[in-house]
């Protein structure tokens, strides 16, 4: 499908307090910077969906590279809620796409 693997950047500058907020509590029960670099790949996973999520604060940076099926349940809960903001991101990003494209030339 286009555009699954194009990346996208989430600053929690950029979102609403609550939403940001959400976003690190999730990076927190996740234990994200505790995750290794990457994750064993299960049998047969060449066909599995793969994520590189970084994330970088003041402090610190790490990236990990997680693999279908996400068994940790607060992983779980980052990942929905990242692909979430996601499909938010790239929504709005194709709307903005169009309102150019339709706009008439001066």
């Known amino acids: 499908m286009p ?3 194009e990346p996208v950047s989430i600053d929690t500058d950029e979102l609403p307090a609550e939403e940001a907020s959400e976003l690190k509590r999730l990076i927190e029960a996740a234990r994200f910077f505790e995750l290794p670099a990457t994750s064993a790949l299960p049998r047969g996973a060449a066909d599995y969906r793969k994520y590189t999520i970084t994330v970088a604060t ?8 997680l693999t279908d099926p996400i068994e940790d349940l607060h992983i779980q809960e980052l990942m929905n809620h990242l692909s979430s903001l996601r499909a938010k991101k790239l929504k709005a990003r194709l709307a903005d796409r169009r309102r150019d494209t339709s706009q008439p030339e001066a």
């Open 3 to 5: 555009g699954l693997s």
């Open 58 to 65: 003041p402090a610190r940076s790490h990236t990990a590279q």
